[in-house]
């Protein structure tokens, strides 16, 4: 049976895409926490390295920075992500709230895979931090990609793997 009603790109997006989020509102249930043993400023400065991303994210195997704000930080970037034996290539514009060490992402509107995120920072002493996440995937069956590391929580993983980056880059200091 067929409807003449069919959904559109906004009623499919994520939550966080659907709504006004204020930036630093992160309150939720689908925000995940963890500390670092590197003071904040560091831990978001590293978080922000759009070209090191692929040496943290075990899914993404290369970047390409697009364009540029005036500070000289990618607002926009492209991936190629690997997930299990299948491939896809995906764009992600970002924000920057430098003053709150604060980042937020999400793909351009009209896009097949729907990514939203964001990171904060927060200074629990000069050689700590508290780290909030919020990562929100949704992939269309049509690109194939199967199962992965990524499918049951996307943002656990991303998590783990940006944790196990800032222990490796500071145990070798």
């Known amino acids: 049976m067929y409807s003449d009603e069919l959904p559109t790109l906004e009623d499919n997006r994520p939550a ?66 690997i997930f299990g034996s299948a491939s896809t290539g995906y764009t992600l514009e970002y924000d920057y709230y430098d003053q709150h060490r604060m980042v937020s992402w999400a793909t351009p509107n009209g896009t097949l895979a729907r990514i939203a995120g964001r990171a904060l920072f927060v200074p629990l002493s000069d050689r700590a931090a508290m780290m909030h996440y919020q990562l929100e995937v949704d992939w269309p069956p049509s690109l194939g990609l199967g199962r992965s590391l990524y499918d049951g929580h996307p943002a656990s993983a991303s998590l783990n793997d940006f944790r196990d980056y800032v222990t490796r880059a500071f145990m070798l200091c």
């Open 16 to 81: 966080m895409l659907q709504q006004e989020v204020d930036p630093l509102d992160f309150d939720g249930d689908d925000i995940i926490t963890t500390t670092h043993p590197v003071n904040a400023q560091t831990c978001y400065e590293l978080f922000c390295d759009i070209d090191r991303i692929p040496e943290w994210v075990s899914a993404v195997r290369s970047v390409q920075s697009l364009a540029f704000d005036d500070a000289g930080s990618p607002f926009k970037a492209a991936f190629l992500a």
